[in-house]
């Protein structure tokens, strides 16, 4: 991760400076931080992206997946995070006033999941960002710690790949982890069928 520029910046800003077609970026407390994920990373990203694709579609359900996404929290205007994968509820989106010009969401009834893949910023994925996506009430969030790189607080020790899902229940996140031939229970997708060990084997 490297920051982009040092002078802090707005959303509105963010937004004009972004540089469309040359990487990924999020803005975090007015500084644009460059999140372009590694190979293995994104393979990640790309097998959970494609298999949510194919339960959208199976059951006709009105979510979409986009490219690319970005998340403004609560009562800033000098972050928006950048999630690895997101599925909106496209009903919802008519009511968000920055999705068709600047691909932002501010609501989190528009967000069905948001789905972070660990790489060595954990401490965002893990911290910063469930709080935020928590404040934001976004029902349902993933981490994807496919190395088993996150604190031992959060995935035990030793440590090992884990699959992280939070719901949310009264407002606040209740997590639920998954390793090796587990099959991911997931409130959105209850259908799914998908084991930890599979989504971690999209990494090798």
């Given at each position: 991760?490297?920051?982009?520029?040092?002078?802090?910046?707005?959303?509105?800003?963010?937004?004009?400076?972004?540089?469309?077609?040359?990487?990924?970026?999020?803005?975090?407390?007015?500084?644009?931080?460059?999140?372009?994920?590694?190979?293995?990373?994104?393979?990640?990203?790309g097998f959970l992206?494609?298999?949510?694709?194919?339960?959208?579609?199976?059951?006709?359900?009105?979510?979409?997946i986009p490219l690319?996404?970005?998340?403004?929290?609560?009562?800033?205007?000098?972050?928006?995070?950048?999630?690895?994968?997101?599925?909106?509820?496209?009903?919802?989106?008519?009511?968000?006033?920055?999705?068709?010009?600047?691909?932002?969401?501010?609501?989190?009834?528009?967000?069905?999941?948001?789905?972070?893949?660990?790489s060595t910023n954990?401490?965002?994925?893990?911290?910063?960002?469930?709080?935020?996506?928590?404040?934001?009430?976004?029902?349902?969030?993933?981490?994807?710690?496919?190395?088993?790189?996150?604190?031992?607080?959060?995935?035990?020790?030793?440590?090992?790949?884990?699959?992280?899902?939070?719901?949310?229940?009264?407002?606040?996140?209740?997590?639920?982890?998954?390793?090796?031939?587990?099959?991911?229970?997931?409130?959105?997708?209850?259908?799914?069928?998908?084991?930890?060990?599979?989504?971690?084997?999209?990494?090798?």
């Amino acid at each position: 991760m490297v920051e982009a520029v040092s002078q802090l910046m707005s959303l509105e800003e963010f937004w004009e400076w972004y540089p469309d077609g040359y990487g990924r970026y999020e803005l975090r407390n007015g500084v644009p931080i460059e999140v372009q994920p590694t190979g293995t990373h994104g393979q990640v990203g790309g097998f959970l992206s494609a298999e949510l694709v194919v339960e959208v579609k199976r059951l006709q359900l009105p979510y979409i997946i986009p490219l690319e996404a970005l998340i403004k929290p609560i009562n800033t205007d000098k972050s928006a995070y950048n999630p690895d994968v997101i599925v909106l509820d496209q009903t919802a989106l008519e009511d968000e006033p920055f999705w068709k010009k600047r691909s932002t969401i501010t609501l989190g009834k528009s967000i069905r999941l948001a789905i972070e893949v660990v790489s060595t910023n954990w401490r965002d994925d893990y911290g910063h960002k469930l709080i935020d996506y928590e404040a934001l009430e976004i029902p349902e969030y993933w981490i994807v710690d496919y190395l088993g790189l996150g604190g031992r607080r959060y995935i035990g020790s030793p440590k090992q790949p884990t699959f992280s899902v939070y719901q949310l229940v009264d407002g606040e996140y209740q997590g639920q982890q998954f390793r090796g031939s587990d099959r991911i229970i997931s409130p959105t997708f209850p259908e799914l069928n998908l084991t930890a060990e599979q989504v971690f084997a999209a990494g090798v």
